[in-house]
């Protein structure tokens, strides 16, 4: 629970001052003068000033604010710096540069991640299982075939194949592959989109063979002394080639004795294990009784070279931009379920999830909903910054500010719609949580 409420303060501060920061720098550069900088929000708790900026910390550890001169109708005094008093194009920059900010930060993140920390991947192109009935099924794909090319660009690993899957998920790719050590063939797949889940369904998932990627403390796996590297071989008398036969095993079994057999380098290992009981949720949302026994799986950690790290950030961000206006594009069309949709409780329990995970993946947790916030924030609805971009459209065109009445009619709207989408995505929170239980 600690680490959950840390985390989410992290991510939440990050966003909202990244976002809030965007603003500030665009207004001083734009030559509006910022009246208000807070790290945090509610009281302030200490602060300085300089020049006419206020700098303060509040106590609300969740974001921050930045009040600028002439932005509401009540502070207007026709003095130089305000807000209201700048062109039109002045006003888009400032509103912008909140989400902007956002966008940048995400790429600066992925950037940090591909180039320093490296990016976790499954070290394998061949597949390990293919659905019954799925877009991979059909398309003639087996268990076992290693994709070498999709859409002729070369795939070193599990993640490139699934992102350049879907990448062209609209039109289908072309895959090359090597199977059973034959020449090399082609199959043309064309993945489904899954209008209930909100995605692409592919149908096809990797080969990860049953090396250990990681032993959490105190389970029993440790207990039995498996290390990261160990390779399992042997599981109840049954050969074990894949990680998926090991976890079947050892899921259908909660607080069985299993017989377990390992290598380390040429050493072998043996050892009786008995995986702890824990509650699941079925796909259909039943609850029952699986075992685990404290095993992460084996990833490869891939560093990229500075350019290519750039290229494969700016691909990363801009791939993530198409999903989710298709996402919202098909959300608006009704081909995709609003359930889909995540709140603030969503983001916290996510939070700490990849802060338990790890570095990396809080950060890779960070960039992707900072992406979102910059997108939500464009739209052009009073309240947001797209909607003040609106405001300041509809006045240039027509050559004459809105009224005070026009404005406060259009927040009312705004309001009005913003906590009904708040409402909504709070209760499919609610919903998620109820159904994990």
Not at 91 to 102: Q, R, S, T
Not at 151 to 169: C, R, Y
Not at 240 to 266: F, Q, S
Not at 369 to 378: F, M
Request: net charge positive; with cysteine.
């Amino acid at each position: 629970m600690i680490i959950t409420l840390i985390a989410t303060i992290i991510v939440l501060g990050v966003l909202i001052l990244a976002h809030e920061f965007g603003h500030y720098a665009g207004a001083k550069l734009l030559g509006v003068r910022v009246l208000k900088f807070s790290v945090g929000l509610g009281p302030k708790l200490l602060g300085f000033k300089k020049n006419e900026t206020e700098y303060m910390l509040s106590a609300v550890p969740f974001g921050g604010f930045v009040k600028l001169a002439g932005m509401e109708p009540d502070e207007i005094k026709g003095e130089e710096g305000e807000y209201e008093g700048k062109p039109m194009l002045s006003k888009i920059l400032i509103c912008l540069a909140g989400p902007l900010a956002n966008l940048i930060l995400g790429f600066i993140i992925y950037l940090v991640i591909t180039g320093g920390i490296g990016i976790e991947v499954f070290p394998t192109t061949r597949i390990g299982r293919v659905e019954a009935d799925s877009p991979a099924f059909a398309a003639g794909l087996k268990e076992k075939d290693r994709i070498l090319m999709v859409d002729g660009e070369n795939v070193s690993n599990w993640n490139e194949v699934i992102e350049k899957i879907l990448g062209k998920a609209e039109d289908g790719v072309n895959l090359n592959l090597k199977r059973d050590g034959s020449e090399e063939i082609e199959i043309f797949l064309k993945p489904v989109y899954d209008e209930e889940r909100g995605t692409y369904l592919l149908g096809i998932f990797p080969l990860i063979e049953p090396i250990v990627g990681g032993v959490i403390k105190g389970s029993p796996a440790e207990r039995t002394g498996l290390k990261r590297g160990d390779r399992v071989t042997v599981i109840e008398n049954k050969k074990v080639e894949k990680w998926e036969d090991m976890a079947d095993i050892i899921r259908k079994n909660p607080a069985v004795p299993l017989h377990i057999e390992w290598k380390r380098n040429d050493e072998k290992f043996y050892a009786t294990i008995i995986p702890i009981e824990e509650s699941a949720s079925t796909k259909e949302g039943k609850k029952e009784k699986i075992g685990i026994i404290g095993i992460q799986m084996y990833m490869a950690h891939k560093r990229f070279p500075p350019i290519e790290a750039i290229k494969v950030s700016c691909g990363k961000v801009l791939w993530l931009n198409k999903v989710i206006f298709v996402f919202l594009g098909k959300l608006i069309t009704g081909r995709a379920s609003a359930r889909n949709l995540g709140g603030p409780i969503l983001i916290a329990k996510l939070a700490g999830e990849t802060a338990r995970m790890g570095l990396g993946p809080l950060l890779n947790f960070i960039a992707f909903v900072s992406i979102n916030l910059w997108i939500i924030n464009i739209f052009p609805i009073p309240v947001l910054d797209g909607g003040h971009i609106m405001y300041s459209i509809v006045e240039g065109v027509r050559r004459k500010p809105l009224t005070k009445k026009e404005k406060q009619i259009a927040q009312q709207i705004g309001f009005v719609l913003i906590m009904a989408l708040a409402l909504f995505v709070v209760f499919n929170d609610i919903m998620r949580l109820m159904g994990q239980k």
